[in-house]
């Protein structure tokens, strides 16, 4: 069964970093592309970034880039989002997603988790 | 960026109902279009990809169509687990991804 756990969320501060985890399993980690999807408290869904399988091509939603870096390791089956210069709009729901194998073949998010929370408060 | 303009933003409707759900692109995506739904406390699921592919194990009774700017979501036949919020999101060129905002279904 295909499985992604998040981890790492929690409260910081304005100005702050944190680094969420994503354990997967259940599926070739190191065969697939991954992906950050955020929902704020209230609002809609949000994609944040996506990954591919070597790490050679990283993408940014315009309200993250140069704050957020995604990465992954795939002899752990981890995928990770750091993210720096936090700010309160950043407050969501964070799910890491599994996405293709192969660019534009299949539905781009298929295996979704059930996400970890991130509060930016002072 | 691409922008999705989706609508209504909420609907309540009976058991057995048709509804439909519409998404407009800022620009031509061709069938890079995708239909999630989302109910409380779980993980999204897809539903169609490529504007009209339904994922497997989705029942029927949901379709996609569209193609270039326009799309829409339809639900054939409308049940009470259909109660969720419903997101459309293109996944045109370059890799940057845009959802819509989301459409509220009620079932009564």
């Known amino acids: 069964e295909v499985q992604m756990g998040e981890s790492g969320g929690g409260l910081v501060q304005p100005g702050g970093s944190l680094r969420l985890s994503c354990a997967a399993s259940?599926?070739?980690?190191?065969?697939?592309?991954m992906s950050w999807v955020r929902q704020a408290p209230g609002k809609g869904l949000e994609w944040v970034a996506n990954i591919n399988q070597d790490e050679s091509e990283k993408y940014y939603a315009g309200s993250v880039k140069g704050r957020f870096a995604i990465s992954r390791d795939n002899a752990k089956n981890s995928l990770y989002l750091q993210m720096n210069s936090l700010r309160g709009e950043d407050t969501a729901v964070y799910y890491c997603?599994?996405?293709?194998?192969?660019?534009?073949?299949?539905?781009?998010?298929?295996?979704w988790g059930l996400g970890t929370l991130v509060t930016v408060s002072s | 960026d691409i922008q999705m303009t989706q609508s209504p933003s909420s609907l309540s409707a009976s058991v057995g109902d048709r509804v439909s759900i519409t998404c407009r692109a800022s620009q031509s995506i061709g069938s890079y279009l995708d239909w999630y739904q989302h109910k409380p406390g779980k993980a999204p699921k897809v539903l169609i990809y490529?504007?009209?592919k339904l994922q497997s194990g989705v029942p029927s009774r949901f379709r996609g169509s569209g193609y270039g700017t326009d799309f829409t979501l339809t639900i054939t036949g409308l049940q009470a687990e259909d109660s969720a919020t419903y997101y459309c999101q293109q996944h045109y060129g370059a890799l940057t991804w845009t959802f819509g905002q989301g459409t509220k279904v009620e079932v009564k």
């Open positions: 259940g599926f070739t980690f190191s065969s697939y592309w």
């Open positions: 997603v599994r996405a293709w194998a192969k660019v534009n073949e299949g539905p781009p998010l298929e295996y």
């Open positions: 490529g504007a009209y």
